[in-house]
């Protein structure tokens, strides 16, 4: 990616929620073979991946191009939470790691400072990020 990122686009996997390491290793390494063999990515298509502890994953990480939205990667960073959020409400501790992983990305230049903050059905058709994390998202914006 060509600079700092312009765009946060925010997604839920759709999958169960999970918790720390231990809980979410196997969740993410499923996540990414789904995302290689079926889809065809070069890696895992989100840049970072939160569970509901709070607990951030690094996917392609900062200033690499990510694969999550079609149409849309060149100058967006891809967050998913895991869980699917028609059914589960997101935690306080991984809306909290959010808030703060897009504040680091914003002080060490890897985020622009007026970056825009979307959820992934802005963008496309798709439900996703799930009706109970889209409502949130207006705790995200007010953070940022």
């Known amino acids: ?7 946060v686009i925010i997604h839920h996997t759709a999958l ?4 720390g390491l231990g809980g979410c290793k196997d969740l993410l390494l499923s ?3 789904m995302h290689m063999s079926e889809r065809q990515f070069d890696d895992i298509g989100y840049n970072f991946l939160v569970g509901r502890d709070g607990s951030v994953f690094e996917g ?8 999550h939205t079609k149409g849309n990667n060149s100058d967006s960073l ?31 230049g890897s985020l ?6 979307f959820g ?11 009706e109970n994390l889209y409502a949130a998202l207006a705790q995200l914006r007010r953070t940022t």
């Open 16 to 19: 169960q929620n999970c918790q």
């Open 1 to 7: 990616m060509k600079g700092s990122a312009r765009r």
């Open 112 to 117: 622009h400072p007026q970056f825009d903050l």
């Open 31 to 33: 996540i990414q073979r």
């Open 78 to 108: 891809g967050i998913a939470f895991m869980g699917n959020f028609n059914n589960d409400t997101p935690s306080k501790e991984a809306l909290s790691s959010v808030k703060q992983l897009m504040l680091s990305g914003v002080s060490q």
């Open 120 to 130: 992934h059905r802005d963008l496309g058709a798709t439900a996703c990020p799930g």
């Open 60 to 67: 392609r990480g900062w200033n690499v191009v990510g694969a």
